[in-house]
């Protein structure tokens, strides 16, 4: 631990508090302090890494020569790209890969790619033998700020999203804030989303930031990525700390998502970035709370001009550049009801009460939120 | 909590020492005091009940009579019987009810039956929703002094046994022991085999205690049933406290199952019980320690007469009766490396060196293993 202690002093880090499965988060610009880092963990040389059809032309050969250095025995797993394929099909496909490949539960499972591949990839390692050492290196601004930190991990179920997954923490995670210049700028933005979401919710401060340094973001200044990331991931390290199995506080991460992930299911996964879903999903959960008294109606109006400064969705008429499924006010109805964040048949919402800070309240009646959803526009 | 250490005390049990997933196993005859226990714990009142087609028309009725006391909305969900159904499929299916019927990661996910029954619906507990209240009513002998302690979950992977799974511990246990009067005779003696394992890794005194109440237990007298399950639970219960994620220690409770599993695989989890499996899979083990210098030869006889008290195979040709697979050395070793509990590409044996004593060890070769199964009598 003391040659880790050291190591990580030289490079830009975080260490996430979970106790006994306490891990931290490294970011570096490139690939080269892989090695280092994985030798200073003294895991197995046996590793199986699962990316997917993108990002394995982008970066695989560099995390592959790593390995190499290593003289780790290795194995890949390359799956479709998409939310689509984070599927039991794709799960069983990994499971069975990991078999045929003679994996044992002190085999490194490493998920290279966004938020499909490290929660599916996560959810393998979980229940991979009851539990094979995982690592991720997210390579999408998304997963860097949001999946990186928390434990979560999951597939989803036909009837709705993540519905089968397990809370699994990460031996590493390796960030190569590099893998944000080949991503598309609509996957920028809509990880921007979730950036901007640790401002509303946590860091009143770090929102202004953010409206402050929109250009520099928009050019992806090194130092300006390397400050959202780590401060996004110390927001989300800070809540999870305090709950990391989500009884309770660790819920006000999902502001946006309940409405979000709503329009996601009726959207099939498909069509939708989920960070667009969020986005659009904050502001209602705002207006929201604005109707009610619960913030100032000015909130929801600076809210909405941060997430438009990231050409954001954030009203109905903007997600149909990208979506003709109906996102009506039943079918939002019903798949909130399915929430995993409901503890009754009552919808639990995440509401602004002011910059940097919300509540968690399951005190409003379905009807109420129907009724806001037809305000919004959403036909009934 | 306090109602709960004096329920306790007015119950033969028995508490799982794991810090805060620390809880109760009962022994009772009867399902009555299930109310009350469940109260004590302070459970939401929804429920989700899993069993096969075997217990329900058994034991169903009882159990539900108990949450009509307890006003609990339940869900019932009614397996196939058999080891083939611990499988990807039912795993689906239990998952997708629990969704259909609006289940929530605070509901209560009940296995009442054996083992099968127990590690699937297990499973199906930790990774619904990230991890839903689990309880578990085992039915079979094996199941209550086997399944009951440990937290192990998990289906079966079409190339291998369990390789699907997670650590996951029940809220409590509750052994109805007049269960065991419905149990044919054959699962009974499986049982044992479960049973007569403890003695041979940890309670040398509790082996020579079964050896001295053969009758008592055929004739399935009350008093020795609940000193067997108690006895075997505490046994197991020390060994998994030490060690609860099986990093090392704990892998002593697998004597017998390296063989056994192996045999199991060959059968395709057909046609033989598990602890007949696991009867073996002892002898063997011991028969190979004796071989190998490890143990005296006597306590391979000792503890074949033990196990051929309750009619298990302790020779390949009393398997004949039941299955004609080809249980050959090579599928065997096969089989063996496949195993979980292996670190590296070695086999990993649990071996006797005297009565209430086994070693772990990965000193022997392939080649070696395969030689001394020749020698036991199967062909190549």
Chains 1, 2 share one sequence.
Not at 163 to 191: C, D, M, W
Not at 278 to 297: N, R, S, Y
Not at 328 to 344: C, E, G, H, P, V
Request: glycine content about 6%.
């Amino acid at each position: 631990m003391k040659n880790l202690n050291s190591f990580l002093k030289s490079i830009p880090h975080l260490t996430v508090d979970l106790g006994e499965r306490s891990y931290p988060i490294i970011i570096n610009e490139g690939f080269e302090r892989f090695v280092e880092l994985y030798q200073h963990l003294a895991l197995q040389k046996r590793v199986f890494v699962v990316t997917n059809e993108t990002v394995a032309p982008l970066y695989l050969d560099s995390l592959l020569e790593q390995l190499s250095q290593l003289n780790c025995d290795y194995n890949v797993c390359i799956l479709p790209d998409g939310e689509a394929y984070k599927s039991f099909e794709q799960y069983q496909r990994i499971t069975t890969e990991l078999i045929q490949s003679h994996h044992k539960r002190n085999s490194s499972i490493v998920a290279l790619g966004g938020g499909v591949v490290g929660d599916i990839t996560g959810f393998a390692a979980a229940t991979f033998q009851r539990g094979a050492q995982f690592i991720q290196i997210p390579t999408t601004l998304l997963s860097q700020v949001d999946s990186s930190v928390g434990g979560k991990t999951a597939i989803n179920h036909p009837l709705g999203k993540n519905l089968i997954g397990a809370f699994y923490q990460p031996k590493f995670v390796y960030i190569n804030a590099k893998t944000l210049h080949s991503l598309p700028k609509r996957e920028f933005n809509a990880g921007m989303a979730e950036v901007i979401k640790y401002g509303m919710i946590h860091d009143s401060e770090f929102f202004e930031w953010i409206e402050n340094h929109i250009s520099s973001l928009h050019a992806l200044e090194s130092q300006a990525l390397s400050h959202v990331i780590l401060r996004s991931c110390d927001a989300k390290a800070k809540i999870v700390a305090e709950d990391e199995l989500e009884r309770n506080r660790r819920a006000i991460l999902n502001l946006g998502h309940t409405f979000g992930h709503a329009i996601e299911a009726i959207c099939e996964y498909k069509d939708l970035v989920h960070g667009e879903a969020v986005a659009l999903g904050m502001v209602m959960a705002t207006a929201f709370a604005a109707e009610h008294q619960l913030c100032d109606k000015a909130l929801v109006e600076r809210l909405e001009r941060l997430l438009q400064a990231f050409q954001l969705p954030t009203r109905l008429a903007s997600l149909r550049q990208y979506t003709d499924k109906p996102i009506n006010a039943k079918l939002m109805i019903q798949a909130m009801l399915r929430d995993k964040k409901n503890t009754s048949e009552r919808i639990k919402l995440i509401l602004p009460v002011s910059l940097g800070k919300v509540k968690i309240t399951e005190q409003f009646e379905s009807q109420q939120i129907t009724n806001f959803l037809c305000e919004f526009g959403l036909s009934q």
